[in-house]
């Protein structure tokens, strides 16, 4: 099995998107259950300095839909960050989603030596990496680091939630074991 940009990508966002997703749907279940208020969980963060889960969940797509349009040369589509709800967070994911599942294999080729450059316009510098140096060293680490973040925000408001919603698609991967002959 040859592995690809496209595979690296595409089956990383897509699966832990919909975990995102899913998390989400808890922690609105944790608010009716808990009779708060659902936009409490959607402006929550870890810490003063942090950003909010609404933040957490628009950055996350973000980096899957700009790290998909990036490597395969195409300019990132452009969403609006408005989103104030749980359910408008979802259809933010979904969304993006969409985009990531839209672009074709066929479009990743050649992907991992295509040149990425990402302006940086506060000090007149950019990053410049090709495609594979930018999915392992910059979009993957921030995706990741988004994702985690939102479910650490939705944990430390008491949204009963473990390692297996986060991971939630390694779920196909677990067998019973050989019994021995």
């Not at 929550?44 to 609404?54: E, G, K, Q, S």
């Not at 990036?70 to 989603?97: H, N, Y």
């Amino acid at each position: 099995m040859k592995i690809t940009i496209h595979s690296i990508a595409t089956e990383t966002f897509v699966p832990m998107l919909r975990s995102l997703s899913n998390i989400l749907d808890k922690g609105a279940e944790h608010a009716r259950s808990n009779n708060s208020d659902p936009a409490a969980l959607v402006n929550a963060r870890l810490a003063p300095d942090m950003y909010t889960i609404a933040q957490q969940v628009r950055l996350a797509c973000n980096h899957a839909k700009d790290a998909t349009a990036r490597v395969t040369g195409k300019e990132p589509p452009q969403f609006e960050d408005s989103e104030q709800t749980l359910e408008e967070l979802k259809a933010r994911i979904a969304k993006t989603i969409g985009y990531v599942d839209s672009v074709r294999a066929a479009a990743f080729e050649g992907a991992e030596d295509r040149k990425i450059t990402i302006p940086i316009p506060e000090n007149d510098m950019e990053f410049e990496m090709n495609g594979l140096q930018f999915l392992r060293d910059w979009a993957l680490p921030h995706f990741y680091f988004h994702v985690v973040t939102a479910y650490d925000i939705l944990r430390h408001n008491g949204v009963d939630i473990g390692k297996r919603d986060y991971l939630s698609h390694v779920g196909g991967y677990i067998r019973q074991r050989n019994s021995p002959a």
